[in-house]
């Protein structure tokens, strides 16, 4: 009998030849009802090897046998898969009887490069708007003109023909954002409720962002507390805090996609009528509604595209970089007049032509098959979707049903994203690339399809991302035909029958209230959840072994929360993705957890740890826990066999080497982290090179300086000089390092450093030309008093490749620039800079400055904002974007709820601690 090892590659190799021979017919063929049945078949075979060979592994690795007993297990393993080898043979043989010899002359075909490769990048320009000016015109005039009286706009259409689309570019309208003091955005859904439409609106209104709430410093952590202690208030309260937000301001809000009559009634009352001009935009795809929410004004009706204004749209998607071939314009025209007039759909279609070499036939074919898909039905419209999903690559198909996994019209953040198609193992290796530059050209292929929205990007990344209704629907429908996932919806209180053949579980519902021990399937490899209620929600670690997952490779349950780190998820060696949260308790079976010495700079902290045994999970790529306190979490040493870690995200602790750990650094030939990626949070009290020298690749590294205990506190710095690899850099230091620290020796910055982030550090101004010397720098965040000092004055010669500014919450009055300090400046964001006293005007001067943004800051520099904006729209600048908000800096007193860890105040869960806060 064969080797489990030859075996297994035999297994592969046969794998291998059947996936390129079905995609290349596929290429040169376009017939992907053939191949459906064949690779059904695979896929089956694929999973019963995979449960073969897991199985083994789980049984070697998780329990002591005897050696009878592991010849036994050895056997079952051959022959398992003998058989398994046996079945891919008989699809080889039916394939080639569907498809063709491969080794026949007339079956070979240039397909294979018609279409463009995953890799191939062409740089998004956004969905492009045609046809929408006279819609403008009447929209706006109905926004700014009479009667003051409070009114409600409603526009009505199908789905994909550009409702959203219109009120964003009214939304984002110069006119209309100088016109309305206040403005907020809510996305309503089939699936809504009451409380999460009122919190939108207040956090819409009040800038709330996460960026501004996720802090060490006291002096936020009101925003903190304000965000999530909002979720612990009654609908009621939130209506009273909506309307008391709004009142006496003339406002703008847009309710996206409302479904029913009953959501409006439910958040009405919330909107004051105070005759000053305030307005109300709903976008509905059902005029019942409209004309309920306003009987006495008609719904403006979006109309479809003429041929031409469709043509246009379609060149403008298609051929975003060059003039259309005139050989193609016929047909393309054909094929726009087909569409019948809906936007959507012409830039799906385009998007799919994008990606076809420009040939006559090719698009012939595109003409063809639209003439039959496209309806006004939403059921035919979806197979205009499955067109460009059957022409994705098999890696790309998979990456997008992945996003039927994430709930509806939610900003998906594209690290997570990411990170998750890497532990699936979907991405194809590239020589030279890193998996994430790949999944990450991967996203841009699938937003340049139109079948991703790029959300927001920050130095022209994309950063988060979400799917078009219409789009999810299909992905959803797809995943469940092909057993791809099965996803628990909101409402949904028990499992279905029948989930044995899905591999993938999502759970966006509070089902574990409910139905815990009614679910169990060892088969399933991802199991994500993601609760949406309200509320807290605790678990016992017991729900893994009710659910019997001994096979997952990724286990996400982010948005749950344990009482201590459950040693249950340590069984499960094959994980690659573990993403949990706990309060931070140690269990009581201590003895488990090897404990150090040292404490962290806040007085109730307690030292806690991960746990030794997870050292066990040697296929771990990704690890993400979120502790409920920041507390001062070791990293056991045989954390160094982990060879595979990819990217350790800890949120709320920090990470101190033990001595066991740094003992191993300093032997003769340490084992080296080299795929790791991402190290946030780490302590700088025993960084050292050794620590250095074993994540040699690390691009994103987090570092907190907890309290100043020598006379140079940042010679930790020296060490990075030696990461040619880090590219992303946050320094935090603690709140008792309110003196001024220096960085005037420390000029040895990592080579590559494209992000730098300090919070806390109390620099003097004068020490930013250190910081403009980076050669590389693109992106500059300082938070929290992180330079100290009434006047900064830069210099020229700094900053040559700088993209991105933040300055937040600092004593800064003076700011004196050129436009030559900050030549390449794209994007500047001021944040709770009360002193400021103007933004100096040659900021303005930057000829690629794009955006101004400017939260919270005073009056005086909010007018030097405006004068700026006038100016360059003087001089035909019109493409100078300014954003202003200062609801926050408004707001007189706000109560909240402060959920309290029970282990430090000795009270149980449901019990809170409502605190006012009041400032000026």
Not at 486 to 512: A, K, T, W, Y
Not at 562 to 586: A, D, I, Y
Not at 607 to 622: A, D, G, K
Request: charge should be neutral.
């Amino acid at each position: 009998m064969l080797s489990k090892g030859s075996q297994i590659c035999i297994f592969k190799g046969k794998l291998r030849y059947l996936k390129d021979f079905l995609e290349d017919f596929v290429r040169s063929r376009g017939d992907h009802g053939k191949v459906k049945v064949l690779e059904r078949q695979i896929e089956d075979s694929v999973n019963r090897a995979e449960d073969i060979v897991e199985t083994y592994l789980y049984t070697v690795r998780s329990t002591a046998k005897s050696k009878n007993s592991r010849r036994k297990e050895c056997k079952i393993f051959q022959e398992g898969l003998k058989q398994v080898i046996e079945e891919i043979d008989s699809v080889k043989k039916e394939a080639i009887e569907i498809c063709g010899n491969p080794c026949d002359p007339n079956n070979l075909h240039s397909g294979r490069y018609l279409f463009g490769s995953s890799s191939w990048h062409v740089p998004s320009s956004g969905n492009p708007v045609v046809g929408l000016d006279n819609d403008l015109v009447k929209i706006k005039d109905q926004l700014t003109g009479l009667p003051y009286n409070l009114e409600i706009l409603t526009i009505v259409g199908m789905a994909g023909i550009g409702k959203s689309t219109l009120a964003k570019i009214v939304y984002d309208d110069p006119l209309i954002v100088y016109h309305f003091y206040v403005r907020a955005w809510i996305t309503v859904s089939q699936d809504y409720e009451v409380k999460n439409i009122l919190i939108g609106l207040i956090r819409s209104v009040a800038q709330l962002t996460d960026d501004i709430s996720a802090k060490y410093d006291d002096s936020e952590q009101h925003y903190k507390v304000l965000k999530d202690g909002i979720n612990q208030l009654s609908d009621q309260k939130l209506a009273e805090q909506l309307y008391r937000s709004l009142k006496g301001k003339r406002y703008l809000i847009i309710m996206d996609d409302i479904w029913c009559n009953t959501a409006w009634d439910d958040v009405k009352r919330s909107f004051p009528d105070d005759k000053n001009g305030s307005r109300i935009i709903l976008t509905s795809r059902l005029t019942e509604v409209a004309l309920y929410v306003n009987s006495g004004s008609p719904p403006h009706h979006m109309r479809f595209l003429s041929v031409d204004q469709g043509w246009e749209l379609l060149k403008l998607k298609a051929f975003p970089k060059q003039g259309c071939p005139l050989e193609l314009e016929e047909i393309g025209k054909q094929i726009v007049e087909k569409c019948q007039g809906l936007p959507l759909a012409i830039v799906v279609v385009a998007g799919h032509l994008s990606k076809l070499s420009k040939k006559r036939d090719l698009w012939l074919s595109v003409a063809d098959n639209v003439g039959s898909l496209v309806a006004r039905n939403r059921e035919q419209f979806l197979n205009i979707i499955a067109m460009s999903y059957n022409h994705l690559p098999h890696h790309l198909k998979a990456c997008f049903l992945y996003m039927g996994a994430f709930p509806e019209n939610v900003e998906i953040p594209v690290w997570r994203l990411i990170t998750l198609w890497i532990a699936e193992g979907f991405l194809k290796r590239e020589l030279g690339k890193s998996v994430e530059k790949v999944a990450q050209e991967c996203l841009e292929d699938l937003i340049d399809r139109s079948l991703i929205l790029a959300e927001k990007r920050t130095n022209e990344r994309v950063t988060t991302c979400r799917m078009h209704d219409l789009l999810r629907d299909f992905c959803l429908r797809e995943a469940e035909k092909e057993s791809f996932w099965h996803v628990m919806r909101r409402h949904d209180l028990f499992f279905p029958e029948g989930l044995q053949n899905h591999r993938r579980l999502c759970v966006q519902s509070d089902i574990f209230s409910y139905a815990i021990t009614e679910y169990s399937n060892p088969q399933v490899r991802t199991f994500l959840s993601s609760n949406f209620s309200t509320r807290l929600s605790f678990l016992s670690e017991s729900v893994f072994a009710l659910m019997g997952f001994r096979l997952l490779r990724i286990l996400d349950m982010i948005s749950y929360y344990f009482n201590h780190f459950p040693t249950q998820v340590l069984k499960m060696v094959h994980l690659r993705f573990l993403g949990l949260s706990t309060s931070g308790e140690l269990p009581a079976a201590s003895s488990k957890f090897r404990r150090g010495s040292g404490k962290w700079y806040l007085p109730f902290s307690k030292r806690s740890e991960l746990p030794v045994s997870i050292s066990n999970l040697v296929n771990l790529q990704i690890l993400i826990v979120n502790w409920g306190w920041r507390e001062n979490h070791c990293l056991p040493f045989d954390i160094q066999m982990m060879t595979q870690l990819r990217h350790i995200r800890l949120k709320g602790a920090v990470v101190y080497f033990d001595d066991l750990f740094l003992a191993e650094t300093n032997r003769a030939n340490p084992l080296v982290l080299s795929n790791l990626q991402t190290l946030l949070t780490v302590s700088s009290t025993n960084f050292s090179q050794k620590i250095v020298s074993i994540i040699p690749n690390l691009k994103k590294l987090g570092i907190l300086v907890p309290k100043k205990n020598d006379e140079h506190p940042t010679n930790f710095l020296n060490y990075l000089s030696s990461l040619h690899c880090l590219e992303t850099l946050n320094l935090s230091f603690s709140l008792q390092n309110e003196k001024s620290s220096t960085i005037s020796q420390w000029n040895a910055f990592p080579p590559n450093l494209r992000a730098l982030t300090l919070s806390g550090s109390h620099l003097p101004w004068e020490e930013m030309v250190i910081v403009g010397k980076i050669p590389s720098l693109e992106v500059l965040k300082l938070k929290d008093h992180a330079f100290s000092g009434q006047v900064w004055e830069p210099i020229d010669g700094g900053f040559l490749a700088l993209k991105f500014l933040l300055l937040e919450n600092n004593e800064l009055e003076i700011w004196r620039s050129r436009s030559t300090h900050f030549p390449s400046l794209q994007h500047l964001v001021l944040r709770l800079c009360d002193a400021l006293v103007e933004i100096p005007r040659g900021i303005g001067e930057i000829p690629t400055l794009q955006i101004i943004e400017l939260y919270s800051c005073g009056h005086s520099a909010v007018r030097s904002a405006k004068r700026i904006h006038e100016e360059q729209q003087s001089i035909g600048n019109d493409d100078l974007e300014v954003r202003i908000n200062l609801i926050a800096s408004r707001i007189r007193s706000v109560v909240f709820f402060l959920f309290l860890d029970p282990m430090l105040v000795n009270m149980p869960h449901q019990q809170y601690l409502m605190l006012t806060l009041k400032f000026e």
